[in-house]
């Protein structure tokens, strides 16, 4: 394995986070429940049956890039219907509201 492929995977071992899908969504739009987890490397997944969603934490390159000792974030996905385009936002501890800036992308 060469260098720069051992420093992607170290970066993206610095990008965690958890997020949502609906668990109906796997089989009513496939197509977009594939495009979103192209985006992603699934290490955990659990079925909140009282929420009826799957609960994922994952690494992705779009993640916030966290600091040793930072607790992983949490993301809401948006979703261009025509495109199947999916952005990721980290949700604001406090408030619960998605952060709509550019720093997902750094």
Not at 11 to 34: H, K, N, Q, V, W
Not at 47 to 76: C, D, I
Request: hydrophobic share 40%.
């Amino acid at each position: 394995m060469g260098k720069e492929a051992k420093n992607g995977c170290a970066s993206l071992y610095r990008r965690a986070g958890t997020f949502e899908i609906p668990a109906d969504l796997l089989y009513s739009d496939p197509d977009l429940f594939m495009s979103i987890m192209a985006k992603v490397l699934i290490v955990r997944c659990e079925m909140m049956h009282m929420e009826n969603v799957f609960l994922y934490t994952a690494y992705s390159p779009w993640f916030k890039e966290l600091q040793p000792g930072e607790v992983s974030p949490r993301y809401v996905l948006e979703v261009d219907d025509e495109t199947l385009d999916v952005d990721f936002y980290r949700v604001d501890w406090k408030t619960g509201q998605p952060i709509m800036e550019d720093e997902n992308e750094t």
